[in-house]
């Protein structure tokens, strides 16, 4: 079956600007994550959600990042007034509940903020 | 909080020699998860192997192994038998039992094949 796909897969924006990534998690995975990868680093947590819930937004960095899951299916990550720091690669990951269960990842979505 | 180092930033082995990539951890926890992702330039995170830390024997998965030390929170990787293809980036992640479900990564590394 199909995987977890993110669109767009490339996003260059402007400072200042706001930018909106998307999310089409595994058809019936309840559990989606969102992860941060900056250039040379490994993916840092930012949200998760379980349903349309977010169960834990610990990782979201300041209050210019939101994201939402209305359907409890696809989720969308939006970034207010962007900031050059904020490029870096967005993964996201979807799975079933549980503990015992994979995440399965994306591509990802790269944000080039100039 | 958990924290994830690999001390290797890059590695490189000969086609169809063995290789050991390295990770330490540090948590207070006596349960939980580890793991080891591969990412190609694709960008997309794939399962390696992954290893329950009540489970003493350590994982395999055909060419991939682990090297599980829950004392001194040691997880390396070894992989045998190298293809090209196993060139990528390799990340070495933790998942609590406890704090929710998410993984914290440690930094990668690279790892080149010589044909």
């Known amino acids: 079956g199909a995987g977890v796909s993110q669109t767009p897969s490339n996003k260059v924006t402007e400072k200042g600007k706001y930018v909106e990534l998307r999310c089409d998690p595994i058809?019936?995975?309840?559990?989606l994550y969102w992860y941060r990868q900056s250039l040379g680093q490994g993916p840092e947590f930012l949200i998760y959600?379980?349903?349309?819930?977010?169960?834990?937004d610990s990782g979201l960095p300041n209050d210019r990042f939101f994201a939402v899951r209305p359907e409890g299916s696809v989720s969308t990550l939006k970034i207010q007034r962007t900031e050059r720091g904020d490029s870096a690669v967005y993964l996201c990951?979807?799975?079933?509940?549980?503990?015992?269960?994979?995440?399965?990842f994306g591509p990802g979505t790269r944000l080039t903020v100039l | 909080a958990q924290t994830v180092t690999q001390s290797q930033p890059e590695m490189s082995v000969q086609e169809a020699e063995t290789v050991t990539l390295s990770c330490t951890y540090d948590?207070?926890?006596?349960?939980?998860?580890l793991f080891w992702y591969k990412q190609p330039p694709s960008r997309q995170m794939i399962l390696v192997i992954r290893?329950?830390?009540?489970?003493?024997q350590n994982a395999t998965e055909n060419r991939f192994s682990v090297n599980f030390q829950k004392a001194a929170k040691s997880f390396s990787l070894k992989i045998s038998d190298s293809q090209l293809g196993d060139a990528a980036m390799y990340f070495c992640?933790?998942?609590?039992?406890?704090?929710?479900?998410?993984?914290?990564f440690g930094g990668g590394t690279r790892l080149m094949v010589k044909p």
């Open positions: 290893q329950e830390a009540y489970k003493q």
């Open positions: 990951a979807s799975g079933y509940s549980g503990l015992d269960n994979e995440q399965f």
């Open positions: 058809s019936g995975h309840t559990a």
């Open positions: 959600f379980q349903g349309t819930g977010a169960a834990d």
């Open positions: 948590t207070s926890e006596s349960d939980y998860y």
């Open positions: 992640a933790y998942r609590s039992y406890n704090a929710g479900n998410m993984l914290t």
